[in-house]
T-cell receptor, first 115, second 113 residues
Framework: NAGVTQTPKFQVLKTGQSMTLQCAQD?????MYWYRQDPGMGLRLIYY???????DKGEVPNGYNVSRLNKREFSLRLESAAPSQTSVYFC??????????????FGAGSRLTVL | ELKVEQNPLFLSMQEGKNYTIYCNYS?????LYWYRQDPGKSLESLFV?????AVKQEGRLMASLDTKARLSTLHITAAVHDLSATYFC?????????????FGQGTTLQVKP
């Protein structure tokens, strides 16, 4: 079982460059999420998608765009990378409200450095 | 705005000792999650607490939820080295159980032999 797969695992960008982080899940989950993790700040939600074709902003959406291509895939795009976007990015998915809970399954993470 | 705060942020303890991690949150919620993260790894779900007074236990870890106090605790009993990790609590920010979680800062636990 692959679960949630993120690519790339590591990326170094120069300020102003663009890139897309890819995420795919094979668990038939409806909801998908992008979080970023910075030291001492826990994880912060960037964007969320409840279903194919729908997206919603999270806590820190500025500088990012997302696309829910289909039920399996949810991509995160940085149009013009800034050093403040240096972080570890996690994609997650959930099946929605199983027994009242919404447990997220996380990918392995993508470490992005912006110089 | 929902805020989630954990304390302590760093905990160094001896094997065999007991300790408690605290998670406070600022608005009403009856869904609280605990996750574990090993260094350089992803997050793994530990517990889901869905109502006031809920208690879950697995091995040496026990989590509880007091929704009136807006407080969850993660109690570690007789710590062992394998429990060394960072522990996060998270609260669902949406009224409709969206899974849009707000995370605490994390508590890094270091268990020394």
């Amino acid at each position: 079982n692959a679960g949630v797969t993120q690519t790339p695992k590591f990326q170094v960008l120069k300020t102003g460059q663009s890139m897309t982080l890819q995420c795919a899940q094979d668990m038939n989950h409806n909801s998908m999420y992008w979080y970023r993790q910075d030291p001492g700040m826990g994880l912060r939600l960037i964007y969320y998608s409840a279903s194919e074709g729908t997206t919603d902003k999270g806590e820190v959406p500025n500088g990012y765009n997302v696309s829910r291509l289909n039920k399996r895939e949810f991509s995160l795009r940085l149009e013009s990378a800034a050093p403040s976007q240096t972080s570890v990015y996690f994609c997650a998915s959930s099946r929605d409200r199983v027994a009242g809970a919404n447990v997220l399954t996380f990918g392995a993470g993508s470490r992005l450095t912006v110089l | 705005e929902l805020k989630v705060e954990q304390n302590p942020l760093f905990l160094s303890m001896q094997e065999g000792k007991n300790y408690t991690i605290y998670c406070n949150y600022s608005t009403t919620s009856d869904r609280l999650y605990w996750y574990r993260q090993d260094p350089g790894k992803s997050l793994e779900s530990l517990f889901v607490l869905l109502s006031n007074g809920a208690v879950k236990q697995e091995g040496r870890l026990m989590a509880s939820l007091d929704t009136k106090a807006r407080l969850s605790t993660l109690h570690i009993t007789a710590a062992v080295h394998d429990l060394s990790a960072t522990y996060f609590c998270a609260v669902d920010s949406g009224s409709s159980n969206t899974g849009k979680l707000i995370f605490g800062q994390g508590t890094t636990l270091q268990v020394k032999p």
